[in-house]
């Protein structure tokens, strides 16, 4: 008889302390007990990767990269050893491993690591042993060679690629990311009341959704989890309910094309006005951005007028002091008249696999939002998505707009429910 | 020339705080622009060690060894980093290494790990690369395939060890183990306000002090030291100021032959009250105790009297209720009368090399508690050490009447000061 292997994902806020440890520890056990093997990944407990950072600039401005990251590791190590103690506890046979034993390799890029790797040599033993293994989330080594061997980390919410990249090496029946929500909704329900959860979604829909700030899962994840057709179950660990299926959907034609909305405050607004308008002057402005590590979004050009031209772009707002420290220098060099920036801006997107190809959504967008009195800076329109940039204070009505413009409350015409979780 | 190599090993309370490890890395920079290859060795921050021991015992009573050692472990990686960093905004190169990283191998007893091997490969070639290199201490992997390398701590006090292993593999010119102490003292400052700090103390008598209570270095460091040669400084990481080597000791010939007073209050007395006197007695006491993993120190069996003996012995306080549900079962059983116990007593010795030769030692002791008044329960001795089971609360008399009658605040006839240093 083949036993399902199920890799689960607990984040930090489901590990926050001993008695949730001991929760999670409780529904793992059930798991374990209904006959699966699991994997489980955990993320540091809380706030334990803020406190760390708190406690390195505490000593220095600018923690080196390598050690900062020996550093946050720790914090998965910890998480990982009390989650196997308290299957222990249970009764359930358990062991923890780091990232490195685990047998996840990065590209040795700090802070932000790529998993290059996975070879799941000591996991399967373990799982032989009968044994619930439980992985260290968020790292990996640069090298297998120990004499090289460097404590990498993949970034904020890295723990969901190294569960998805397990659950694809490993060929698990199921990955699950247990989460402080219930699945992936049709807008945030702590803005929009009427938000409805979806039962399933499409890789690139779910990509989308959180490239535009659906905070849900880690957009690394999801494209790997594309790639390698894992399909992600996202659900709440704190009640027992269905959550959302993320997984190429094969119901996407029959569907109400628009399959939520996101948001995202993270963002500031930076114009350059009048630039002359002449080859090269792209690159002179986004060239320094690039080098001093800040991500651009969302470029805007305006048509010019008497050789100048407008150019806006967002980045997001912790990094708008350094953007303008960067941007300060070359307006000058540049002949600008002058930069302008605005951080109480938010942008709100439209996401639905072949928005693209279907005519009359971003028109009932706009619409929709002037209906609601809603002013719109700036848009930007991928495959699968419509943004607009609109004033921060006008985020909740525009959303709830939205919602009733493209009808986000009616049901899917056919549900996928959890029956469909085995499929690849 | 040559370049010298230091080891230093700071202890919890040096890196306790951001503040601390600021100063501790000024400490290293210092010692560094003087010239010196440095390998430094950190214990974790000054409570985290207890503070891990509780969240686990929060989530399970018996917390599983392998998965303890690797949650204890973090707390050096964590401290390593953060010395590194301080190091890096001094503008020093530096650079942290977990204990496998440093080429470590223990014999695998999770929670108590003696150190089999120090390949010091890494460290050579950061130490070549113009690098601090800074050890986290306490720990080692118990093989170096990392396929089955499980993270292992050395116990208590376990980062002294670390230190003087790497000294002894890197052939380092000297090894100093910075505490919150001075260095060592004829006995402990708080109790005898006459206590004299000693420049220069032999490994035996060292390892006696440590062994009878002195917590000022762990035992196993010091029987490191000595089978290889390793002259440690033990010194103050809050002043400046001269320490205290521990080495082989020349002068030994001499001296007052003793060195300094030790006194231990984690201590409990046992007594099996009319145990019938016949072979295989000792044995069906013994045997248990040790099985139930506990420490069973100063036996003393009475001559019989009437076909029965008294047997005592002491044990760890913390131990006592655990000795005490061992042997109640044994009571009826062996045909002893009755178990009597009690954990309100102290230990209290003189220790120096050669007492075991010296006739009159043994006797000016008994005599010097006799005239303080204070009562002798039972009594040990070992080639350099005589020591006495007394009441807790005639501590401190014993310990005033023992240094004036040993004259121990008289200074060494020749003072070997730090200039001795560089010898092996």
Chains 1, 2 share one sequence.
Not at 344 to 359: M, Q, R, Y
Request: charged fraction near 25%; charge should be negative; include cysteine.
């Amino acid at each position: 008889m083949h036993r399902p292997l199920v890799v689960q994902k607990f984040g930090g806020s489901s590990v926050a302390n001993a008695d949730r440890i001991r929760r999670v520890a409780r529904r793992i056990a059930r798991e374990r007990s209904a006959g699966s093997d699991l994997v489980i990944v955990v993320s540091a407990m809380g706030d334990t990767t803020d406190e760390l950072l708190t406690l390195a600039h505490a000593i220095t401005d600018e923690p080196d990269a390598r050690e900062l990251d020996m550093l946050l590791a720790t914090g998965e190590h910890q998480s990982a050893t009390l989650v196997s103690m308290a299957l222990h506890a249970l009764g359930v046979d358990a062991i923890s491993l780091t990232g490195p034993q685990a047998g996840i390799t990065t590209d040795g890029r700090y802070g932000r690591a790529r998993i290059a790797n996975v070879e799941p040599r000591r996991i399967r033993a373990e799982i032989e042993r009968g044994n619930v293994v439980i992985v260290a989330g968020f790292q990996g080594q640069s090298a297998a060679d120990a004499d090289r061997a460097e404590i990498t980390t993949l970034g904020r919410g890295g723990s969901d690629t190294t569960a998805v990249a397990l659950a694809a090496a490993l060929r698990a029946d199921r990955c699950q990311i247990f989460t402080d929500v219930r699945g992936i909704y049709t807008a945030d329900p702590r803005l929009v009341p009427a938000a409805r959860q979806l039962p399933v979604i499409g890789y690139e829909e779910m990509l989308e959704l959180a490239h535009q700030g659906a905070q849900v899962m880690q957009v690394r994840a999801v494209e790997l989890g594309w790639v390698n057709d894992v399909v992600i179950e996202v659900l709440s660990s704190f009640e027992d309910a269905p959550g959302t299926l993320i997984r190429e959907d094969p119901f996407v034609e029959q569907r109400n094309k628009v399959r939520g909305l996101a948001h995202d405050r993270n963002v500031a607004k930076v114009t350059l006005v009048d630039v002359p308008d002449r080859p090269g002057v792209a690159r002179a402005v986004f060239e320094p951005l690039a080098e001093a590590g800040i991500n651009v979004d969302m470029i805007v050009q305006n048509v010019g007028h008497g050789g100048a031209t407008d150019m806006s772009f967002t980045v997001p707002r912790a990094e708008l002091g350094k953007a303008k420290k960067v941007l300060e220098s070359l307006v000058r060099e540049l002949g600008a008249r002058e930069l302008t920036t605005d951080a109480s801006v938010a942008k709100v997107s439209i996401v639905g696999a072949g928005l693209h190809n279907a005519p009359g959504y971003a028109a009932r967008m706009f619409g929709a939002l002037a209906d609601a009195g809603v002013n719109i800076e700036m848009i930007s329109t991928s495959e699968v998505r419509i943004t607009c940039m609109i004033a921060e204070d006008e985020l909740s009505t525009a959303l709830a707009a939205l919602h009733g413009a493209f009808e986000l409350t009616r049901p899917d015409p056919v549900d996928v429910t959890a029956t469909g979780l085995s499929a690849g």
